[in-house]
């Protein structure tokens, strides 16, 4: 056999030995989708930087909601809407249901405690309907105790500036909130939400 022939029955062999495979190559597993999330929000969804926000223990439909508003550009980010194009439907969905499994572990922050307890008591006045259990239930939206300082300034700085947009809920219950005290509620609210924090380190 002529040196052609036999290299091109190696790669004949080749094909229909790497072919198949290629063609039904599997979807990458959840944990696999999941790790891809951990150089912002941790492993397990437990973020260890300051400006990335827990998503470990995040409701399926929440997680779902917020990963379509950034692929559809409807929400504000630093790289989420870039990042969340990269993931299909089906994919957010199982991810979706990883994170919702995955128990939350927040790290120890400093705050200041006259301004916590003035928090809780703004949180069960005007906050506590929607984010039940001290802002433990990530049902409405998503997780507030225990959360970065950070991140929780970020956040609201984009509400209040109108660069990320609050459920019409909210906006009535921040207005009341701002306009019924004197004093600087979302700081007071922030420092509360830090103090409350959850698992272990």
């Known amino acids: 056999m002529k040196t052609g022939a036999v290299t091109a029955s190696f790669g004949a062999l080749a094909l229909l030995v790497v072919g198949p495979s290629l063609a039904t190559a599997d979807e990458p597993s959840v944990e696999a989708l999941a790790y891809t999330c951990a150089g912002c929000h941790g492993t397990d969804g437990s973020s260890v930087g300051p400006s990335s926000p827990h998503i470990a223990g995040l409701k399926e439909d929440y997680f779902i909601d917020s990963m379509t508003a950034y692929k559809a550009n409807e929400r504000n980010s630093t790289i989420m809407n870039r990042i969340a194009k990269g993931y299909t ?81 909210m906006e009535k219950k921040l207005q009341a909130a701002t306009s019924e005290n004197s004093d600087d509620v979302v700081d007071a609210l922030i420092h509360f939400y830090v103090s409350q924090k959850q698992g272990s380190e």
């Open 89 to 169: 439907d089906e994919q957010i969905t199982a991810m979706a249901e990883y994170f919702a499994t995955q128990k939350l572990r927040t790290a120890s922050q400093k705050f200041d405690s006259v301004k916590a307890k003035r928090g809780a008591e703004l949180h069960e006045k005007y906050c506590e309907n929607c984010h039940e259990d001290g802002g433990r239930d990530a049902s409405e939206g998503g997780t507030l105790a225990g959360q970065w300082m950070p991140y929780l300034e970020f956040s609201m700085a984009d509400f209040k500036s109108g660069a990320r947009r609050m459920t019409k809920k």
